[in-house]
């Protein structure tokens, strides 16, 4: 069922509604002018609505967000729909939800701005708790990382060939003299500092490791930029 009656939307073409009714996503209109939406039974079960005669508005997202302005509704009511918008809210059931809401133009008005957005909500709940808990890994790895003698590091090699330091601790400088921060776009570097004789077996060593996906282990000699 939608939320605002035929009545309420009857500029929006009977078929486009139709349409809606049968989409397995949560997908709504939105008429800003008015402030008007109406969304499929999707939409109201991830919003956790319980009235599915219930309205739903700007007033209504700002209340399930717990903020005081959405500014992503001022760019998409000018027609700026750039960027996607993320929220977090608690549902009328009580759990919490995170979801992405993207818009595009269903109509414009004779002053260029959009009368009808078709809105699309992705449910990202999941995909955000694990992106958090892999920042709060990461900040774990660095704090610890921080506290290790000597240096710990990520060495990346893609399938295009590319070398890359993802991650290399602050113990870089103490042993090869060259500030960590710069050697994540470019690790030629460090190789620079290999001793001459070591660095076939370096490379080798290198190599095996990243085609295996064994433990890399190996020694070499360096000459810093101390000399």
């Known amino acids: 069922p939608m939320f605002r009656s035929r009545e309420d939307l009857a500029h ?6 139709a349409f809606l009714d049968g989409l397995e996503e949560p997908i709504g209109l939105w008429e800003p002018s008015a402030d008007r939406w109406a969304v499929n039974g999707r939409w109201a079960d991830l919003f956790g609505l319980a009235d599915p005669k219930g309205l739903l508005t700007a007033e209504d997202f700002l209340s399930l ?3 005081t ?3 992503w509704l001022d760019d998409w009511r000018q027609g700026n729909l750039v960027k996607a918008a993320e929220i977090e809210f608690v549902r009328m059931t009580g759990d919490s939800r995170t979801v992405r809401l993207t818009a595009h133009v269903c109509t414009r008005g004779e002053d260029g701005m959009p009368s009808v957005l078709m809105i699309r909500v992705e449910d ?4 955000t708790s694990m992106r958090l808990a892999l ?5 774990r790895f660095r704090d610890l990382a921080a506290n290790i003698p000597g240096a ?6 893609h399938a295009d060939g590319r070398h890359e330091i993802e991650y290399m601790s602050g113990g870089c400088e103490n042993i090869w003299e060259i500030d960590a921060r710069s ?6 570097p460090l190789w620079d500092l290999i ?6 077996t370096m490379q080798e060593a290198v190599r095996r490791s990243a085609e295996t996906l064994s433990d890399w282990s190996c020694g070499f000699r360096i000459t810093t930029p101390s000399g």
Do not use: H, M, N, W
């Open 12 to 17: 929006i073409d009977e078929s486009v509604l």
């Open 65 to 67: 967000a717990g903020e």
């Open 69 to 71: 302005e959405l500014p």
């Open 124 to 127: 990202i709940t999941t995909a």
């Open 135 to 139: 920042l709060e890994t990461e900040k």
């Open 152 to 157: 710990i590091f990520r060495y990346a090699i």
């Open 183 to 188: 050697l994540q776009s470019d690790p030629a």
């Open 195 to 200: 001793d001459a004789e070591d660095l076939p």
